[in-house]
């Protein structure tokens, strides 16, 4: 079963706007990671933010995480039309389990 | 360069035809792990190793076997293939839990298994 839900599951935005994308999950985690996939390619890691932590920068990418409400924010600012891909987030690892992703949201930067 | 390297890309089989999809890195990772993406579906789990010699089950499991002789190798075995194991499969490594380096996964290329 999926633990993470990412939202919305499809966005498009002109170059150069601000693409915001949202996870939710179920239980309790060390730490949550966004992973990047190009069309049919490899998970790309992006960025990891611990349990303890709010909020982590990465280049234009910015992330947030609220544990007391369950959720992460992944913000691209200034986007480009390269950064078209589909977004996850992933928790875990759990104790008998490893990370489990969500669905994913499809990103598209028109130029 | 550090990879996950997994073989073949793309494979045509029918059903029933033992196959073996072998997946390789070279990171001295710890943790190694097969998912499968469908679409609608993300990724789904399908068996994960700690370490040599020890495997679980992920989400997915049935249908699929793997073993972890050497640290390297993850193969993901399909003893008998039906075609609802028609899908996009990726191997992935990461470092142990607690290590200094980060434990986000590394993925392979991805194989692309029909099953007819």
């Known amino acids: 079963s999926q633990q993470g839900e990412e939202d919305p599951q499809a966005l498009s935005i002109q170059e150069g706007e601000n693409a915001t994308m949202n996870c939710s999950y179920k239980?309790?985690?060390?730490?949550l990671q966004w992973y990047r996939q190009n069309s049919g390619r490899g998970l790309v890691h992006l960025i990891l933010i611990r349990s303890n932590e709010r909020e982590k920068h990465s280049g234009r990418l910015r992330v947030t995480l609220d544990t007391s409400k369950k959720s992460s924010s992944l913000l691209i600012t200034a986007s480009r039309a390269a950064d078209t891909a589909s977004y996850f987030c992933?928790?875990?690892?759990?104790?008998?389990?490893?990370?489990?992703f969500g669905a994913g949201t499809r990103l598209t930067v028109k130029p | 360069e550090a990879q996950v390297t997994q073989n073949p890309r793309y494979l045509i089989t029918v059903t029933g035809k033992k196959l073996t999809v072998t997946c390789s890195q070279n990171m001295n990772h710890e943790y190694m792990s097969w998912y499968r993406q469908d679409p609608g579906l993300g990724l789904r789990q399908i068996y994960y190793s700690m370490n040599v010699e020890v495997t679980d089950k992920g989400d997915v499991p049935e249908g699929y076997k793997v073993s972890r002789k050497e640290k390297r190798n993850f193969p993901l075995i399909l003893e008998s293939p039906s075609p609802n194991q028609t899908s996009l499969y990726f191997c992935?490594?990461?470092?142990?839990?607690?290590?200094?380096?980060?434990?986000?996964?590394?993925f392979g290329s991805g194989t692309r298994l029909t099953v007819v």
């Open positions: 239980t309790s985690i060390n730490n």
């Open positions: 992933a928790t875990g690892p759990y104790n008998n389990n490893d990370m489990r």
């Open positions: 992935a490594s990461r470092p142990q839990q607690g290590s200094t380096a980060s434990y986000g996964y590394t």
